[in-house]
């Protein structure tokens, strides 16, 4: 498998919508904070651009490393195994790891992560958000982790918002998402 390519392919598939999620968080953020507010939209569609691209870049990275990882550990085990080639193959399958699940929680997860980001910066630079508000869908689906930040409040600046996981250890989370496949999302508070 040609990873460089993989990466370069990834990267053209996920950049333009990773700076779509931007760009729409900062238009969110912008309505969120209302009218008479002046923004820099040459700078911040700058900063836009050159997130995405970083960002891209290093979710392609970590994608590839990740998968990289996983097939050798398949692989391997099959070969240990003495298996027959079709126990690999389903090994594989059922690992997600170029399967469609794996495909839409990657996109969930990191659209997720896009426009928070992109709401962060523009309220950042509007010198009118004073301060950001963990939200959730508040439905029955809400996990543990997402449930105990749901709500909270912090400064916009501040190192993170401080919840828990699972497991009772003290977790910051910057921003959505605090997880794969997280729906939360955060509210600018000014004033």
Same mark, same amino acid.
């Given at each position: 498998m040609?990873w460089?390519?993989?990466?370069?392919?990834?990267?053209?598939i996920?950049?333009?919508?990773?700076?779509?999620?931007?760009?729409?968080?900062?238009?969110s953020?912008?309505?969120?904070i209302?009218? @008479?507010?002046e923004?820099? /939209?040459?700078?911040?569609n700058?900063?836009a651009?050159?997130?995405?691209? $970083?960002? =891209?870049? #290093?979710l392609?990275?970590?994608i590839?490393?990740?998968?990289?990882?996983?097939?050798?550990?398949?692989?391997?085990?099959?070969?240990?195994?003495?298996?027959?080639?079709d126990?690999?193959?389903?090994?594989l399958?059922d690992?997600?790891?170029y399967?469609e699940?794996?495909?839409?929680?990657?996109?969930?997860?990191e659209?997720?992560?896009?426009?928070?980001e @992109?709401?962060?910066?523009? /309220?950042?630079?509007?010198?009118v958000?004073t301060?950001?508000?963990w939200? $959730?869908? =508040?439905? #029955?689906?809400v996990?543990?982790?997402?449930?105990g930040?749901?709500?909270?409040?912090i400064?916009l600046?501040?190192?993170?918002?401080?919840?828990?996981s699972?497991?009772?250890?003290?977790?910051?989370?910057?921003?959505?998402?605090?997880h794969?496949?997280c729906?939360?999302?955060?509210?600018?508070?000014w004033?």
């Amino acid at each position: 498998m040609d990873w460089a390519e993989e990466k370069e392919q990834l990267f053209q598939i996920l950049f333009p919508d990773v700076l779509d999620a931007v760009e729409e968080g900062m238009l969110s953020a912008a309505d969120a904070i209302g009218g @008479g507010i002046e923004l820099d /939209w040459s700078m911040l569609n700058a900063w836009a651009d050159e997130f995405a691209r $970083t960002y =891209t870049y #290093e979710l392609v990275k970590d994608i590839t490393e990740a998968s990289q990882a996983l097939l050798q550990e398949k692989i391997d085990a099959w070969i240990k195994s003495g298996a027959h080639l079709d126990e690999l193959i389903a090994s594989l399958g059922d690992s997600g790891l170029y399967g469609e699940y794996r495909a839409f929680m990657i996109a969930t997860t990191e659209v997720t992560r896009a426009f928070a980001e @992109g709401n962060l910066e523009a /309220w950042k630079k509007s010198g009118v958000v004073t301060q950001i508000q963990w939200m $959730t869908a =508040t439905d #029955e689906v809400v996990c543990e982790i997402c449930g105990g930040l749901d709500g909270s409040i912090i400064d916009l600046g501040e190192a993170g918002f401080e919840g828990y996981s699972p497991n009772e250890e003290p977790n910051m989370v910057e921003c959505p998402p605090a997880h794969v496949n997280c729906r939360c999302w955060m509210r600018p508070i000014w004033g």
